[in-house]
């Protein structure tokens, strides 16, 4: 069975302490991984397309790493303002339009 | 460009009641996937239609339908609510469908009474 797990499901950093967030996954035949920011009230918002082991994607302070079995998300030097929640998910090859979500880490920033 | 606009935000029903949901695309994106969001279970894929059709399904009862229009709106439809229904109902659009990202709308929060 296709599955994503995600860890920790709470993450508490101070302004400027840098941190990675883990996304496991077990998945017939992957045909992308996905990384999403969603805030209270909100719908996700896109992040990161991964593809294939070794691929890696960065922007502002995040950056996105895979390999056959797992992803991370490394924030660096975060801010307040990247406060959220942080989603994972895997569509499995053939499978169209389903994306497969972990449960999310929070995190939280403080000043 | 225009995201993907979900209407209504707000809905509020009793048991027993059905109602419609509906969803507007980004322009060009011609697949949309419902998905379903409660604290418990998190995100749970409902289905995808692509150019009117029906191409995949998640694991939840008939009550559950949708459809899509030949201008890639799509509409889903609850029927017989349950109180276990109550959850934010989230719509998505991409190209294909086919490992592109998906981009989320805000959602309608359904409170069942």
């Known amino acids: 069975e296709d599955q994503v797990t995600q860890s920790p499901e709470a993450l508490r950093l101070q302004e400027g302490e840098s941190s990675s967030l883990n996304c496991s996954y077990t998945?017939?035949?992957?045909?992308?991984l996905f990384w999403y920011r969603q805030d209270p009230g909100k719908g996700p918002e896109f992040l990161f397309t991964?593809?294939?082991a070794g691929e890696e994607k960065e922007k502002e302070r995040l950056k996105a790493t895979l390999t056959k079995k797992e992803s991370f998300l490394h924030i660096t030097a975060p801010k307040p303002e990247d406060s959220a929640t942080y989603l994972c998910?895997?569509?499995?090859?053939?499978?169209?339009?389903?994306?497969?979500f972990g449960q999310g880490t929070t995190l939280q920033v403080k000043p | 460009k225009a995201g993907v606009t979900q209407t209504p935000r707000y809905l509020i029903k009793t048991r027993g009641q059905q109602v419609t949901l509906s969803c507007s695309p980004i322009?060009?994106?011609?697949?949309v996937s419902w998905y379903q969001q409660t604290p418990g279970q998190g995100l749970q894929f409902l289905f995808e239609?692509?150019?009117?059709?029906?191409?995949n399904k998640g694991n939840f009862p008939g009550r559950f339908s949708g459809r899509q229009f030949s201008n890639s709106r799509s509409e889903m439809n609850v029927s017989t609510l349950e109180l276990g229904d109550s959850a934010l109902y989230l719509c998505?659009?991409?190209?294909?469908?086919?490992?592109?990202?998906?981009?989320f709308g805000d959602g309608t929060r359904l409170s069942i009474l």
């Open positions: 998505a659009s991409s190209v294909t469908g086919e490992g592109q990202p998906q981009h």
């Open positions: 998945v017939s035949g992957l045909r992308g």
């Open positions: 991964l593809y294939s």
């Open positions: 998910a895997v569509q499995a090859t053939g499978n169209t339009g389903k994306l497969i």
């Open positions: 322009s060009g994106h011609r697949s």
């Open positions: 239609y692509f150019s009117e059709t029906q191409r």
